[in-house]
């Protein structure tokens, strides 16, 4: 009995010890993560969707940038203070909140199209403005959800890969410690929206899977919509 508590206890120690070494790991990574990339992003998707007609908001504009500065101030806060659990939960809600009002506005911008209520100038720039907002709402997701976040692959304490880059896999030793950066994620949305597809990029889970086949369903109704409109079809 005493020898079978000490290896309970010795187990124990051990599972203590690895979660302080990974959370000492992170810890040491963490001002490290290049979320510049993240914030830029996040405030040009903003602008973009403030820029969009009215008849494409369920919201005024000025509502929306409350929304999303409601969103990143505290982020930035979470960042500063180095809190990790929090950081990636806002970050994931505010990608969350900008999805949905890209989704709405797609919707206003069909329901446009067939009920005329906006020219054909006005319905093509709006349909740029939000095939561009997809390819960037898709690209900060990818790059959030790919192997459990930017901090653990910083960490060098990955999950299991959501994608798998040509760069993984390949024999040349110049990439054998290679690492995706944001502009590789932003690379595969751009992909995924203009051949409905990733190309050189494979999908491996199955989270990644619908990401990628929403952000493909999305750029093909926008482009439907421009195709429709260019031919009078509605």
Known sequence: MDEHRQKNGSHHSQLESLVETE?????RYAMRVPRTSFFLVII?????LTTLSLTLHILPWWAVVSAIATLLIPLLSSVLRKRHIWTRRIALT??????????ISVFYLVDALFHHTESALSLFRDAILLWTTNILV???????????GPLKRHAQVPEAPDLLFPQMVSS????????PAFVDYLFLAF??????SPTDTA?????????????????????????ARAINIA
């Open 172 to 179: 040349i030793p110049e990439w054998e410690t290679w690492h």
């Open 44 to 48: 040009v998707i903003g602008a973009l």
């Open 94 to 103: 505010t990608i969350t909140v900008l999805t949905a009002g890209l989704l």
């Open 203 to 227: 999908a491996l889970s199955r989270r990644i899977k619908v990401l990628m086949m929403t952000q493909s369903s999305i750029s093909l109704v926008v482009v439907a919509v421009i195709a």
């Open 138 to 148: 898709f690209a900060v997701w990818y790059w959030e959800v790919d192997q459990g």
């Open 191 to 196: 992909n995924t929206s203009t051949a409905f």
């Open 23 to 27: 959370v000492e790991q992170l810890a």
